[in-house]
């Protein structure tokens, strides 16, 4: 017997019971009740989903037509075959184009069954293509707010607004509380605000029991989703305690669905959604409200992910500032005393091998002092943009400065620093951001070129100066001419070279923070060439 739910329309007691024993012969147990008013057929619909409608042609007050209209009134996708005894071929063409599945004589009656199998299963084929497309919809719509750059709160907020009233009457999401232990709302959809301030109050007076048998708490505890098709037939309570109990009694449930939200760690939360009155839930409401929960933990799970690997890069941020800070003051203090020394060495007379330690204690020093400035001004840079503090100066005396800087280091490594010759070249650039990024540049050059001269030509192109540092060194393969720019960006092994990968990054940014760019190449034949670009005022052109 294959039950249905009908809805006959019929002012006779006796046809009406003619109807459902013809059904019952042809193997159906059909739920019915009868109407023989458009009032009661309007209250009807109003309160029950029904499968089928069977309707006598013409009633007191009356006719099928009339039916036709309400059922496209409400809206509801049920099949309507009419049955008369008196029926005119003209009758019949007007109803079935009204949206009529079917007319016929009573005298027929062993046309029912065969027409009532057809109407069920074209009805169950219609209702699964819509619900499919209902469940793509809101999925589809799910995940366009899972990735919009919400707040956590009001991207919950929106997403159970999307079952509402399509699948369910109400729908909530609940997540784990830290400081409670145990589930808290924070989000909820329900059409009527009276009963879903009602809703939040409960929560807050009736904190969810971790040890509950069912609902959301037994859900979190068992990572096993929950289907309840009908709650008033739960075997057993929700929980131990009789007012919160009688709170939810009066909440008038009826059909409820509870699944975990899953994260890497455990279950982040619980999703609940369910009916009121006489809407029930099935096994295809189940199953959307477990994909959504997939893909709502699946982003809750990365946004925790996220907000944690910002955690931790501050807590680096910060360390590196006062880790810095604290090295700075010493340094300082070391490489005067230093100084102070090798310019009284000559004065005390010491021995040339003490002079060269102590000019190579000074270089030490020197290095030193430029990684503790690149990792304050890293820590910087993760807060904002480089600072700039401009004024005018000659760019090529800039750089020969640096060069006579580096001339010790470059004779400890073998080389020898080479700069095209002097013009001049004024321009209006921050002085000391300038020379941090030439040394980089002249660094580098030194670190991975040893014994081999190093060529550094200052000249102008268009509007900006360019200063170009030719090395032939070890040189950069083309897929890491990039990579070595970005922060702590390396090509080699750290522990071939030496460094931690910031002088380049640094002298990029300081190079764009004045509307300038830095670059590197291969060099034709062996080695590389770094260039650093920066815009000319007009002036500084004269």
Known sequence: MTPFRLLLVEDSVNDAALVTAELEQAGYLPTARRVDSLEALREALAAEAWDLVLCDYRLPRFTALDVLALLHAHGQDVPLIVLSSQLSEEQAVTLMKAGARDCFSKDRMARLGPAVARELEETRVRRERARAEVDRDILARASELLTASLEQ???????????????????????????????????????????????????????LDPQSAAGPAHVLRTGQPEFMPDVRKRPEPITRDAAHQRAIEGLGLRSVVNVPLPGNEGRLGVLSMGTLGERLLSPVDLALAQELARRTGLVLENARLFQEAREAVRLRDEFLTVAAHELRTPLTTLRLQLGTLLQRSEAHHLEPDVVTRLERSVRQVRRLGTLVEGLLDVSQLSSGELSLMPERFDLEELVAEVLERFQAEARAAGCELRQSPRRGLWGTWDRLRVDQAVAALISNALKFGPGRPVEVDVGRQGGFARIQVRDRGIGVPVDQVERIFERFGRAVSSHSYGGLGLGLYLARRAAEAHGGRAWAEPATGEGARFTLELPLEKETRE
Do not use: N, Y
């Not at 784990?176 to 809703?199: C, I």
């Open 153 to 207: 709160a009001a991207r919950l907020d929106q997403l159970v607004q999307l079952m509402v009233p399509r699948v369910a009457d109400w729908c909530a999401f609940f997540l784990q509380d830290p400081d409670q232990g145990g589930l808290r709302l924070v989000a909820l959809a329900h059409p009527d605000a009276e009963r879903r301030a009602h809703a939040w109050k409960l929560d807050q007076r009736f904190p």
